[in-house]
């Protein structure tokens, strides 16, 4: 299904509940730099045993449009909302990883009654005030650039799990790298989405969220400075920052199971994911 941004198609897909839910809530989830909606791995089918969950393409990958760039959060945030209308949703709950949850602070931001519970994982207000990318990130997309395409590929995915996970299953950098190449992203949509997430700042526009928030944050991200989840959790109103210990910026891939669960708990979905 597509919805229409000012004649950019946003593509999108609705799932679940399986199980029989009265009257459902619905979750829309907005992914980060480089990852189209097949990028989430299981998560979306766990939440999906108890919510609606509604999946999209950000502009510039997967089914989405490739308008030109570059983009900003504000405009990506207006493809979540010409989802939402699409879906028929006037409210939802909104969850964004790394650049998603740029743009879901956006949404909450800026469409404020469109927004019921906000869960923000791995990701940073942006702005001076926020905490820079780690050197060790720094250092590896300098060097990308004379790798070989998927050597490159692979090691930004591997520097983007903690180790620990990695050693437990050496087989996750291959599923996530498959998943990647199956949804090649055009490098000029790339780009433009690149340049959404360094020049986003939420800045004191953070104080005017009302939705309850969910901050959730690997203390081994390496790619997005977890001291940021704190940041955005003192700048949000009503907002609780929750650790992950021992994961890294992609913690729905090293224990979907246990992201899954702290978001339903947050939304107050009584019946908890099985472990």
Do not use: C
């Not at 004649?7 to 029989?20: D, F, H, N, Q, T």
């Not at 983007?160 to 055009?186: K, N, S, T, W």
């Amino acid at each position: 299904m597509y919805a229409d941004n000012d004649g950019v198609r946003i593509a999108w897909e609705l799932r679940g509940p399986v199980e029989p839910v009265e009257d459902p809530a619905t979750i829309v989830l907005g992914h980060g730099l480089g990852y189209a909606r097949a990028g989430w791995g299981v998560l979306p089918d766990l939440l999906a045993r108890h919510l609606r969950v509604v999946l999209l393409d950000n502009r510039g990958i997967g089914e989405s449009d490739v308008p030109g760039g570059p983009y900003t959060a504000a405009t990506m945030a207006g493809d979540v909302v010409a989802v939402l209308d699409a879906a028929g949703l006037r409210r939802a709950h909104v969850l964004g990883s790394s650049l998603g949850g740029m743009v879901a602070q956006e949404v909450a931001i800026t469409h404020p009654d469109r927004v019921d519970r906000l869960v923000l994982l791995s990701t940073t207000p942006g702005g001076r005030d926020a905490h820079p990318m780690p050197q060790r990130t720094v250092d590896l997309l300098t060097r990308m650039p004379g790798m070989e395409p998927l050597d490159a590929l692979r090691a930004a995915v591997a520097n983007a799990l903690a180790p620990g996970h990695v050693e437990r299953d050496p087989e996750l950098v291959d599923r996530i790298v498959d998943v990647r190449l199956a949804d090649p992203q055009d490098p000029a949509g790339w780009q433009a989405q690149a340049h959404a997430g360094t020049t986003y700042d939420g800045g004191d526009r953070l104080e005017v969220v009302a939705a309850p928030t969910l901050v959730l944050h690997g203390d081994a991200d390496v790619v997005v400075d977890p001291a940021n989840g704190e940041l955005l959790a003192k700048r949000i109103p009503d907002a609780r920052l929750e650790v992950l210990a021992g994961h890294g910026h992609l913690p729905f891939w090293e224990d979907p199971a246990a992201v899954a669960g702290r978001v339903l708990a947050f939304l107050g979905v009584p019946t908890a994911v099985d472990r």
